[in-house]
């Protein structure tokens, strides 16, 4: 029989970039108030995700608590996380986020990772 002895979480890879807004809410533990910024969901898992946005935000520098408010298949999801890393690729900013994620929220988020699982319209990983 096979065992599981995976340690990472599974990372769901979109086929196509989901566009959504992204806030940034704190910067260094200070509230900020932003303007909405048009992010693209790149891939995803239970704990983070990767994120394209078209200009850089300084995450090696700063801690940077951010808000996602996306639409992934049928119920929109909001969730905060932290700015983990970066990297500059074909003009555009990639991020890492480590998401913080209530227990409704990853219940809600599962559930439509299932959804567009049995859409074939992402790829696990």
Known sequence: ???????????????????????????????????????????LSRSGCRISLPVE?????????????????????????????HREEAGRFHYGVHLDVLSFSRDQLLRELRLLASKDRIIIT
């Open 57 to 85: 935000i300084p995450a090696r520098e700063n801690e940077v608590h951010v808000s996602i408010c996306m639409l992934l298949h049928e119920q929109p999801l909001q969730m905060e996380g932290k700015l983990q890393w």
């Open 1 to 43: 029989m096979l065992h599981n002895r995976r340690k990472s979480p599974f990372r769901y890879v979109l086929k196509q970039p989901v566009a959504f807004e992204l806030f940034i809410l704190k910067m260094n533990n200070q509230h900020v108030t932003s303007k909405p910024i048009e992010a693209m969901l790149l891939d």
